[in-house]
């Protein structure tokens, strides 16, 4: 045998010059090339120089869905490969022509539709004289690996995008397994209990953020939800500073695909600033819940001392100067001066009292009333008033202003115990909007008239802050105060558009700061109660007396009737309409109350007013709404405040049948 026959022949090498032992050796071999071509299981095919398929195994077979005996001859361009890889095909070929091996990937056409993507080694295919001859190209389906590549990097990415928007929220999340170790701690986490994540993970959540006083509690929720159960509350947690606050929790297990338990997964809020602002919307509404019913008690205290006080005066006026009775008469009356006094203060408080407002420098005022503050402080604290010179000019009562600082000086002086200081600061403050955001409640921005009342006494508790400013609370002894001070101040500041605050914790002193608005120009002078002069009365007037309280109807009628007057009575303004329909001649002036049933005083003036517009109207009332004086001012009608005495009385009737109406 020639030193040719030893070569191994390559498949399809025509055998014809060789004798018969060498053909059957070829064929043996190319048989043999063929079955380990055919057992690589890898796509294997072979085309000559014009790309013609030579060799086509199984497995692309089976890939593309060609067999064999369809693709011998056809050019492997036009049969399998795709647009987009004729470039890396044609740069296969030509690598192969140069005689050196073409790696890469390959997008193959199937026979049923849709692709494939190859992973193909392309090396050149050598003739029997040792020259090219063709390429031999074997494959690996990659496709699926891709599918899975691509998969797993979208699945990162959402990882990613779902890690970036948790980490973007601004509660804290967080995640355990189910023995409550940290697996995941976002930002915010980081933020609200001050770990880093890494130093988070892998330590119990418990361990980390539940203050001292909630670990029980924290263990009964963990259990309950390895249970599977859900849980939401507010929770008392730690920070890593030490410091505990109230959290609100929301936690819930996580099950994977076969609902098997893998871990829980929480959401933690810091909710201090938001249970701070209910509880101050609970506080107003408390104080306005009592502000009403102390108005309402007031209104109707006023209609029984209105009656006590006149029939005490009418005693007064009718039993001799040596009567042994006179002391009784006198004692009712001034009781019922004091409880007069009581009134005033609720009124205050549920600002409803009618102020006597005018403009007031509020330094001015507070310096001229210092030497009175000082008597009413006991020498052993030192007192000063401190004032930036600024000529603070508010619109407001100067009794009431004089009433506000003798109860904080006084409720200041009471808090010290030995020697200490109060001091009183004057000035005037531009309130921005951050500075009106940061106080709990609506405040307007605005230049204010400010006051504030500094001592260095005990304190308050939280406890008894809270409740300061509600009327009959207090913390002196029984018998040393009547807990209306600090309620009278809240009402004055409030029904004068001011702002009271307070600033004080226990062995800390306290500061009580009052906000008044300024007053650029000077309103109308409101409607207000004056001390009556007596006069005479003209004779034969007629009243129409409209009251739907008996005692005080009572009353009017006799201390009218006592005056000289005609007295026609009606419980309410609908009677009182009919009775001025058949005595509309006669009638001089109607006398009303504000707050009647079925027909009020207001009603019933503008209701007279239409029908008789010369008739004379006076109203009178325990208390003064703000629409009530407004009708006043706006329709000139007297206005008489109970409890009114018997000789007020006369004088506001005498002068409004005189033609002189005017408030009293």
Same mark, same amino acid.
């Given at each position: ?10 498949? &399809? ?5 060789? =004798?018969? %032992? @060498? !053909?059957?050796?070829?064929? *043996?071999?190319? +048989?043999?090339? $063929? ?98 001859? &063709? ?5 690996? =389906?990659? %496709? @699926? !690996?891709?599918?899975?590549? *691509?998969?797993? +990097?979208?699945? $990162? ?508």
């Amino acid at each position: 045998m020639t030193a040719q026959s030893n070569r191994i022949p390559l498949v &399809g090498e025509d055998p014809d010059d060789r =004798d018969v %032992t @060498e !053909l059957r050796e070829f064929q *043996e071999r190319t +048989r043999l090339q $063929a079955a380990l071509l055919e057992c690589v299981g890898q796509p294997v095919c072979a085309v000559d120089d014009q790309g013609r398929i030579t060799y086509w195994n199984g497995a692309i077979a089976e890939l593309t869905g060609y067999s064999a005996s369809e693709v011998m001859g056809t050019e492997v361009l036009r049969l399998i490969v795709s647009p987009e890889s004729i470039d890396s095909a044609l740069e296969a070929r030509e690598t192969a022509r140069a005689g050196r091996r073409w790696e890469g990937t390959l997008r193959v056409r199937r026979r049923s539709g849709g692709s494939a993507v190859l992973r193909a080694t392309v090396t050149p295919a050598i003739k029997p004289d040792g020259t090219p001859g &063709g390429r031999i190209a074997v494959c690996a =389906d990659i %496709t @699926e !690996l891709l599918a899975a590549e *691509e998969q797993h +990097r979208e699945s $990162a990415e959402r990882l990613r995008f779902q890690a970036s928007l948790l980490d973007a929220v601004g509660q804290a999340v967080i995640a355990t397994d189910i023995k409550g170790r940290v697996t995941y701690w976002n930002r915010a986490a980081e933020r609200l209990f001050g770990w880093k994540q890494e130093e988070a993970v892998g330590r119990t959540i418990l361990e980390i953020v539940a203050a001292e006083s909630s670990l029980h509690r924290g263990e009964e929720i963990l259990e309950s939800l390895r249970r599977g159960e859900t849980w939401t509350g507010e929770f008392q947690v730690r920070r890593r500073d030490g410091t505990n606050f109230v959290a609100l929790v929301t936690d819930a297990p996580i099950f994977d695909e076969s609902g098997s338990l893998i871990g829980i997964i929480g959401i933690s809020s810091d909710i201090t600033e938001r249970i701070g602002l209910e509880e101050q919307l609970r506080q107003g509404q408390k104080m306005e819940a009592i502000g009403r019913l102390a108005g309402g008690v007031a209104h109707d205290f006023n209609n029984l001392l209105t009656a006590i006080k006149g029939h005490a005066g009418m005693l007064l006026e009718d039993l001799p100067q040596d009567s042994k009775h006179r002391e009784d008469a006198f004692q009712i009356f001034q009781a019922g001066e004091r409880a007069a006094t009581l009134t005033r203060q609720l009124l205050a408080f549920s600002r409803k009292q009618v102020l006597e407002a005018q403009s007031v420098d509020l330094a001015a005022a507070a310096l001229s009333l210092q030497p009175m503050l000082r008597r009413l402080i006991p020498e052993r604290i030192d007192f000063r008033v401190d004032s930036d010179g600024e000529h603070a000019i508010v619109w407001a009562d100067p009794g009431q202003l004089n009433q506000i600082l003798m109860n904080l000086v006084v409720n200041a002086a009471d808090a010290i115990e030995g020697t200490g200081t109060i001091n009183i600061q004057l000035d005037s403050v531009d309130l921005s909007k951050a500075d009106a955001d940061a106080i709990p409640w609506h405040v307007e921005v605005g230049r204010y008239a400010r006051m504030r009342v500094r001592d260095n006494g005990c304190g308050i508790t939280p406890q008894v802050l809270n409740k300061i400013f509600e009327p009959f609370f207090t913390t002196k002894a029984e018998g040393a105060g009547t807990g209306l001070g600090l309620s009278t101040v809240y009402g004055i500041v409030k029904q004068s558009g001011g702002h009271i605050m307070v600033n004080s914790s226990p062995d800390s002193g306290t500061t009580f700061q009052v906000l008044l608005p300024l007053s650029e120009t000077a309103p109308d002078v409101p409607v207000t109660t004056r001390r009556a002069t007596r006069i005479s009365p003209p004779a034969g007037g007629v009243i129409l007396l409209v009251e739907d309280d008996e005692s005080v109807r009572c009353l009017a009628r006799r201390v009218l009737e006592r005056g000289g007057y005609t007295v026609l009575q009606a419980p309410n303004g609908r009677a009182a309409l009919e009775l001025a329909a058949s005595h509309e001649s006669t009638v001089d002036v109607v006398l009303s109350d504000v707050i009647m049933p079925d027909m009020g005083g207001i009603e019933l003036k503008e209701r007279l007013r239409a029908m008789y517009p010369a008739l004379q109207v006076i109203l009178t009332s325990g208390y003064s709404e703000a629409d009530l004086r407004g009708e006043v001012r706006a329709k000139s009608a007297a206005f008489l405040r109970k409890p009114f005495t018997a000789a007020s009385l006369l004088q506001v009737v005498a002068e409004t049948v005189a033609g002189k109406p005017k408030p009293h």
